[in-house]
């Protein structure tokens, strides 16, 4: 597995490649956005981790132009940071994931792991082939998803959170239950990740965001995929 780090923190930077490397990752470093966009737009990456506040190029500006570009690479974001708006900001220009700083490298290794066993590419061919509703059509060997014949570009994690959904349609899931199963750690303090991921599905795949019909909130319980 190969992990772009975009980081401009020297001492960060070694930390963090060190330990990764003796997890047995190949990593690739970055010391700026304009570079990291640059390495990061090549596609040849398992993962990218991607610090907020970067010389040249903000990490927001990196990630949104990342998906513009189609590259769906799963992006765990770094802040230092703690206002929810930048989290949430991230993660609507396509972020998978976020950690703030301070953190423990321990648990940046299991953002890492959970988010590279939870990716697309990553698939192990357990979900059926493809399935329709409304007028969207999902391939999940591909990983693609269209509405009305045209290509809808999904995050790596919007897409597993959507093909979990729809293989467990019908049943009311709550945002710790999602949390775990899609993002691949136990509920955590802030469950603002789920909703901001579940808005964007229901923005990019309903006909009606703000009256979903396949996609819907079970008021004080969670979520759930209603679909033939």
């Not at 090549?42 to 927001?60: A, E, N, R, V, Y």
């Not at 697309?120 to 007028?135: D, E, I, Y």
């Not at 239950?177 to 990740?193: I, K, Q, S």
Request: aromatic share 6%; with cysteine.
């Amino acid at each position: 597995m190969r992990i772009l780090l975009v980081e401009d923190e020297k001492g960060l930077v070694i930390t963090l490649s060190d330990r990764l490397r003796n997890e047995g990752f190949e990593v690739d470093v970055a010391d700026d956005g304009e570079k990291g966009f640059e390495k990061a737009a090549s596609g040849s990456h398992d993962l990218i981790i991607l610090d907020l506040m970067l010389p040249k190029k903000s990490g927001l500006d990196v990630c949104r132009d990342l998906r513009q570009n189609s590259v769906n690479t799963p992006i765990l974001m770094l802040t230092a940071k703690g206002e929810t708006i930048d989290k949430v900001l991230g993660l609507k220009l396509g972020a998978d994931d976020y950690l703030t700083k301070p953190f423990e490298v321990m648990e940046l290794l299991a953002r890492v792991e959970a988010l590279l066993r939870r990716s697309p590419a990553s698939s192990n061919g357990a979900a059926p082939g493809g399935f329709s509703f409304g007028n969207v059509q999902i391939d999940f060997k591909r990983a693609e998803v269209a509405k009305n014949e045209s290509p809808v570009e999904l995050s790596a994690m919007e897409f597993k959170l959507l093909q979990f959904l729809v293989e467990n349609r019908g049943e009311v899931h709550s945002r710790n239950e999602l949390l775990d199963a899609v993002w691949g750690y136990d509920a955590m303090p802030n469950t603002r990740t789920v909703d901001v991921h579940i808005a964007w599905l229901r923005q990019k795949l309903e006909e009606n965001p703000k009256r979903p019909k396949f996609i819907q909130t079970v008021h004080g319980l969670g979520y759930k995929f209603v679909g033939l």
